[in-house]
């Protein structure tokens, strides 16, 4: 059973414009939540995290919001460079878990 | 600073043959470590993970099994591959604490002929 989903396994986005990639879990028990990102053939990097105590957190341009009580998250990227063509995995877990949930991912191309 | 290895990189074995698959943590003790595999056009699937030496958690039942038998060693076997072990291999470990998240090592491209 998937309990972390990521929905949209594309999106193409333009240079410079706004890329949004969203997240669904289904276990409320999960309270820590993280983003990679992944290039083929590479293994995934951490882009960034949040807890359940915030609803954002902000890393240059990268931004993630959770929704607890949609039990969603989202990445968005401000502005979309080329060079952020790949696959974003999220990941979630409870705080007193052992592991990280993945998502299925999505591949973010964006377009010079 | 800590550093993951994972080898080999890329690796062709028939059906049948067996499989070993090394990662090694180096700069912190005590890492919890863990094997994932991406198939193609699938997201992370969790194999195993370890908590301590010889301490080992099955996520998913198959031909696959894993041993720790170092504080930071943690390695991937099959007795007899499938085709359906084709995929992408990835070791990563974690601190103690969750917010740190897992660092995970350059991944081990597998193909089951």
């Known amino acids: 059973d998937q309990q972390v989903k990521q929905n949209s396994p594309s999106l193409s986005v333009q240079e410079g414009r706004i890329s949004i990639l969203n997240c669904d879990y289904t276990?409320?028990?999960?309270?820590?939540f993280l983003w990679y990102k992944k290039y083929p053939a590479e293994g995934p990097t951490f882009l960034i995290s949040?807890?359940?105590?915030?609803d954002k957190n902000e890393d240059g341009r990268f931004t993630v919001f959770l929704n607890k009580s949609a039990k969603h998250l989202s990445l968005h990227i401000v502005p979309s460079q080329p060079g952020d063509s790949a696959v974003y995995f999220c990941?979630?877990?409870?705080?007193?878990?052992?592991?990280?949930?993945f998502g299925t991912g999505t591949s973010l191309t964006v377009i010079p | 600073s800590q550093t993951i290895h994972q080898w080999p990189a890329t690796l062709v074995q028939p059906v049948g043959s067996p499989l070993s698959l090394e990662c090694t943590v180096e700069?912190?003790?005590?890492?919890?470590l863990y094997w994932y595999r991406q198939a193609a056009g699938r997201g992370l699937q969790l194999l195993f993970y370890?908590?301590?030496?010889?301490?080992i958690s099955s996520e998913v039942p198959q031909n696959l099994s894993a041993s720790r038998p170092q504080d930071r060693q943690f390695i991937l076997s099959s007795k007899k591959l499938l085709l359906s072990d084709s995929g992408f291999y990835l070791c990563?470990?974690?601190?103690?604490?969750?917010?740190?998240?897992?660092?995970f090592g350059s991944g081990t491209r597998l193909t089951v002929v």
């Open positions: 990563a470990w974690r601190r103690r604490r969750l917010i740190y998240g897992y660092t």
């Open positions: 276990n409320s028990m999960f309270d820590y």
């Open positions: 949040i807890s359940s105590i915030k």
């Open positions: 990941a979630a877990s409870a705080i007193t878990g052992n592991q990280f949930y």
């Open positions: 700069g912190t003790s005590n890492p919890n």
């Open positions: 370890s908590v301590g030496i010889g301490q």
